[in-house]
């Protein structure tokens, strides 16, 4: 078994509600070539310092999420992609520890071609940010301040992406309006939307 990292313990303790599945999903991970971190609060498993695996809980499930589940194959159709916007990663969704004890072969499986897709170096292609819409409130901005439109440019497609799904996903112009204005700053700066 590999390493625990202190900091993944500390994550167990605070997931009262779904302790015993996180746990049981730790050791499963422990028991595969990879380097345990937490990441984004989560733990994150990863392999030469490349994310290939993270745990993460909510309400109503615990989950493993594949980096790149995209290109897995998914013969069991385990496999979710958690919204439409999500173009890499997968999960695996747990809402008891006797469904993890039941899936233990196959989640094994899942995690050794995950690390197999990561030791091949394959890459996800994600669809080109100018496939995003830009709302019009973001056209008129980016028009009127070529500063703006210029660091908007400068940064990486990630980033920018994360910025045109957040300001497209207000349903109203002006609270649109509102998060370009909010976001002006961090754009700005060349810093993504959680930066």
Not at 20 to 32: F, G, I, V
Not at 57 to 66: E, G, P, S, T, W
Not at 98 to 112: C, F, G, P, T
Request: proline share 5%; net charge positive; with cysteine.
């Amino acid at each position: 078994m590999n390493p625990t990292n202190p900091k993944v313990d500390a994550y167990l303790k605070r997931n009262e509600r779904w302790q015993s599945e996180l746990t049981a999903l730790r050791a499963l991970l422990l028991d595969c070539p990879l380097t345990e971190d937490l990441k984004w609060g989560v733990p994150c498993y990863t392999l030469d310092g490349k994310n290939v695996v993270l745990i993460h809980a909510f309400k109503d499930y615990c989950a493993l999420l594949f980096h790149k589940g995209a290109l897995m194959k998914d013969p069991d159709g385990v496999l979710i992609q958690q919204t439409d916007n999500v173009q890499s990663a997968r999960q695996i969704r747990f809402t008891s520890l006797d469904e993890i004890h039941r899936m233990q072969n196959l989640l094994k499986s899942y995690v050794h071609e995950a690390i197999e897709v990561e030791k091949a170096g394959l890459k996800v292609a994600y669809k080109p940010v100018a496939e995003f819409a830009v709302p019009e409130e973001f056209e008129r901005a980016l028009a009127a301040d070529d500063t703006l439109k210029s660091a908007f440019d400068a940064l990486t497609p990630g980033r920018q992406r994360a910025y045109l799904l957040h300001f497209s996903s207000a349903k109203q112009s002006a609270t649109r309006q509102n998060r370009i204005e909010k976001c002006r700053p961090k754009i700005m700066a060349g810093k993504g939307l959680d930066d």
